[in-house]
């Protein structure tokens, strides 16, 4: 029997051929079910009237009841506007009409007692409304509850198919769907979260009485929707791990036991042993692991992923870590060799610039298995990088690379290596649970004890002289200084422009020889930005200009302050990962936060948010309410998270609790073969055959 939900649109009454395809076209609704699903974004309260006088203080629609006090026309031809002066006990307010005034001057009567609808603008310094609805109060038929507004476009409204004619259509399908609305949920779901049922839930949604009967309606939704997805996503975790079989690390191994006892040259924080804790589960358990580790710039994860490695190496194991650049390479693995100290274990670095004999051994070394461990760069993935018996990929800093190139990681064991990815790119809870559903993640929340705070300062242009001298007081204690500038492709000409200008400006304060001042941008060669990020490094140089090609993990103890021009046109995911090049040596830090005098108010929140805060999590929480999941994690992927009522950014807490129901029918109930899980299951497959990649996040 074919679902009533599934009836095209046009066949709803007062739809019709022409307003389907305008529909399709707008909005993407072909069917009741999804003309159903359109919800509304906001709600009006019906059931109350402002005063004129409070108008001024309300962003939002609002219903007025008062009378029209005098109309008139100004300006000619295409400007004409029709002006009317509405008026309640409290005072009056300007209602205009930029098209269509003649035919409403004709309706209109002075005096009579109208409702009036609309939301108040603010037009030079005087309040308006623009547009208004108005219904003479005696036609006015009672509306005690709440309306919802739906989401429209102008071509839609050119039709009649604005917010109220949407509306409209809703009114006109909701009583045929009565008794046709199914349950997915098995009673005990139900029953747990106290859901209305979907049905009711839906009504509700659309056609409220009260505050509580909106916000439980809407529950009701967001949490199936955050439910089927989350489903999805541990289904299909599920099932590879099922599939794919891991190494199986069986003991800790005697590197690992080595190294612990004699080489370790600090006690591990309590989140570095959790995070050890959880990983040496996955590699003991026969599963194959594809773990995030997400911790702060500073966390200590290269300390982790080396624990991990001589884990992998005591079992027989080789490994791989893989940085983005070539100096990150390098560092990591001088790093390591010293950690390491005496213990024999054979390690390589292998980068795009490694000569051909060294490479010939590398290689060598690899298929032999004496190299138990390779540090390097992209020049990893080629061909003829083949080892022995690849045990574990690292892969640090995980947004440069893509999914692909993991892909070809893992193929370089016929049992594919375990993957470690670590960021230091926090993002929020609920955001990692969608995104990366069917990774695991760990965190290590924890900075290692003594880290002093770095100082963040938000200045603006005109204290700018202040600026400079602070920088030659640091320079002259010894310490080095970044200063970065914003370059992006939409205004790359004028960035470049003021980065040289920057330089220019800086250097000329900064004479030689007394002063090195080195530059770094995108356009120079490989070598040179090398030859300069290294003459940083060492010191030769004071004073470090550059665009974000340093964002990513380059370590320079001695770099104590951090000067970011034109901060107000960085992310806060960017300023937070820009700081975090300071403060990592034993002299206090700064961060200066410069801009222009004139910000605007989100600008300024960033600003104060770093000035508040250095903790990754809570910055990465205010930039995914600032800027939406979308934006936070690339507009590749922000097609992905577009949800019909669910916000990532608002709902977490809806969204932890789906994963838990979730997780909890699936303890129950792995493969839903239970009798009353069957509607759900149904309602799995049929989204899962509407959307093809839906929940393909990650
Ligand atoms: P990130 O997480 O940014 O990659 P690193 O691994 O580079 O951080 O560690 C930052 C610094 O902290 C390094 O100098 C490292 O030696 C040091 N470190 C790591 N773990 C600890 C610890 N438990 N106690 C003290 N210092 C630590
Ligand atoms: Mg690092």
Wanted: charged share 25%; proline share 4%.
């Amino acid at each position: 029997m074919p679902n009533i939900l599934d009836t095209a649109i046009e066949f709803l009454k007062g739809v019709g051929p022409h307003r389907a395809e305008l529909l399709r076209n707008e909005l993407g609704i072909t069917t009741y079910q999804e003309l159903l699903e359109h919800y509304p974004y906001r709600y009006i309260d019906r059931s109350t009237y402002t005063s004129i006088k409070d108008l001024p203080y309300v962003d939002n629609y609002v219903q007025v009841k008062g009378w029209i006090d005098s109309i008139k026309e100004i300006g000619i031809g295409r400007s004409k506007k029709l002006i009317a002066r509405f008026k309640d006990e409290t005072g009056s307010i300007d209602l205009i009409w930029f098209q269509g005034g003649h035919w409403i001057k004709s309706q209109l009567k002075i005096s009579e007692t109208y409702q009036l609808f609309g939301k108040p603008k603010l037009y030079g310094n005087a309040w308006n409304i623009p547009h208004p609805e108005l219904t003479p109060f005696s036609e006015v038929v009672r509306h005690t509850g709440f309306q919802p507004l739906y989401p429209s476009t102008e071509k839609l409204s050119a039709k009649s198919l604005h917010s109220r004619g949407i509306e409209k259509i809703i009114n006109t399908l909701l009583p045929q769907l009565v008794g046709k609305i199914e349950e997915p949920f098995s009673p005990w779901i139900i029953e747990e979260h106290r859901l209305l049922r979907k049905e009711e839930a839906i009504f509700k949604t659309h056609q409220p009485s009260s505050l509580q009967e909106i916000e439980r309606g809407r529950f009701r939704l967001k949490f199936e929707e955050m439910f089927f997805l989350q489903l999805e996503l541990l289904m299909r975790k599920g099932k590879s791990e099922k599939e794919i079989r891991g190494h199986v690390f069986q003991t800790t191994g005697d590197y690992f036991n080595d190294f612990y006892a004699h080489h370790l040259p600090f006690e591990l924080t309590n989140a570095q042993k959790r995070v050890i804790k959880e990983i040496r589960k996955d590699l003991g358990s026969g599963r194959h692991m594809n773990r995030l580790v997400q911790g702060d710039v500073g966390s200590g994860k290269t300390l982790v992923a080396l624990l991990c490695m001589l884990i992998a190496g005591g079992n027989g194991f080789q490994s791989a870590l893989m940085a983005p650049t070539e100096i990150l390479a390098t560092q990591h693995y001088e790093n390591i060799c010293e950690l390491l100290g005496e213990m024999s274990i054979g390690i390589h670095l292998l980068t795009g610039s490694t000569k051909k004999a060294a490479r010939a051994k590398i290689h060598e070394d690899l298929n032999n298995g004496s190299c138990h461990l390779l540090i390097g760069t992209h020049a990893l993935l080629e061909d003829p990088v083949q080892f022995q018996n690849l045990g574990l990929v690292v892969i640090d800093e995980q947004h440069r690379f893509g999914v692909a190139q993991r892909a070809r990681m893992r193929a370089k064991n016929t049992v594919p290596p375990h993957v470690l990815i670590m960021t230091a790119t926090p993002i929020p809870r609920t955001l990692a649970m969608t995104f990366y559903g069917d990774l695991d993640v760990s965190v290590i929340d924890e900075l290692p004890p003594g880290r002093k705070p770095i100082s963040t300062i938000h200045r603006y242009e005109s204290h700018r002289v202040a600026l400079l001298g602070f920088m030659k007081k640091e320079i002259e204690k010894g310490r080095q200084v970044y200063v970065v500038f914003p370059l992006i492709k939409e205004s790359e000409k004028m960035d470049f422009h003021n980065l040289m200008d920057g330089f220019e400006a800086i250097s000329r304060y900064f004479p030689l020889p007394q002063f090195q001042v080195s530059i770094v941008h995108g356009k120079l060669k490989a070598e040179v930005k090398e030859y300069e990020m290294q003459r940083f490094v060492k010191g030769e140089t004071h004073i470090m200009v550059a665009t974000t090609v340093i964002e990513v993990g380059v370590n320079v103890p001695n770099a104590s302050v951090m000067v970011i021009e034109s901060a107000e046109r960085f992310g806060l995911s960017q300023l937070h990962q820009l700081r975090g090049r300071v403060g990592r040596g034993a002299e206090k830090s700064y961060c200066i936060l410069m801009t222009g005098d004139n910000i605007s108010k989100e600008s300024k929140k960033r600003m104060e948010t770093m000035v508040a805060t250095q903790d990754g999590f809570e910055i990465s929480e205010v930039d995914l309410q600032l800027r939406g999941p979308g934006d936070l994690m690339g507009t590749q992927q922000s097609g992905a998270l577009q949800f019909k009522i669910a916000n990532l950014a608002k709902d977490g807490q809806i969204i932890q609790l789906a994963r838990n129901t979730v997780q909890e029918l699936r303890a129950l109930d792995a493969e839903l073969v239970r009798d009353d899980h069957q509607k759900m299951r149904q309602r799995l497959l049929h989204l899962l055959a509407i959307k093809p990649n839906w929940g393909k996040i990650a």
